[in-house]
């Protein structure tokens, strides 16, 4: 999807986009599915069985994984290597 908005961006809008901007908004796209199932599951549904699908799901290809914080479904930070900016 994010090819498609990029592309169209370019041709339509006649936009230019630099690397930079690029990988931040590959970065924010990658990590918002992760992070958006999180909240799902801990402030939306709350239950249990609905956390631990999130964790099952995502904690194998999130990168150092077993660096990850027992809660880190919880944290609002980027989840696969980088830090969100403020």
Same mark, same amino acid.
């Given at each position: 999807?994010? @090819?498609? =908005?990029?592309?169209?961006?370019? =041709?339509? #809008?006649?936009?230019?986009? !630099?690397?930079?901007? @690029?990988?931040?908004?590959?970065? !924010?796209?990658?990590?918002?599915?992760?992070?958006?199932?999180?909240?799902?599951?801990?402030?939306?549904?709350?239950?249990?069985?609905?956390? #631990?699908?999130?964790?099952?799901?995502?904690?194998?290809?999130?990168?150092? #994984?077993?660096?990850?914080?027992?809660?880190?479904?919880? !944290?609002?930070? =980027?989840?696969?290597?980088?830090?969100?900016?403020?």
């Amino acid at each position: 999807h994010l @090819i498609w =908005v990029l592309r169209c961006e370019r =041709v339509i #809008q006649e936009r230019t986009h !630099s690397i930079g901007k @690029i990988h931040h908004r590959w970065l !924010s796209t990658i990590n918002a599915r992760p992070t958006d199932d999180g909240i799902t599951a801990t402030k939306i549904k709350r239950d249990k069985r609905t956390i #631990q699908k999130v964790k099952d799901t995502w904690e194998y290809v999130l990168r150092n #994984q077993m660096d990850l914080p027992d809660d880190w479904i919880t !944290s609002r930070e =980027v989840l696969v290597g980088r830090t969100r900016r403020a």
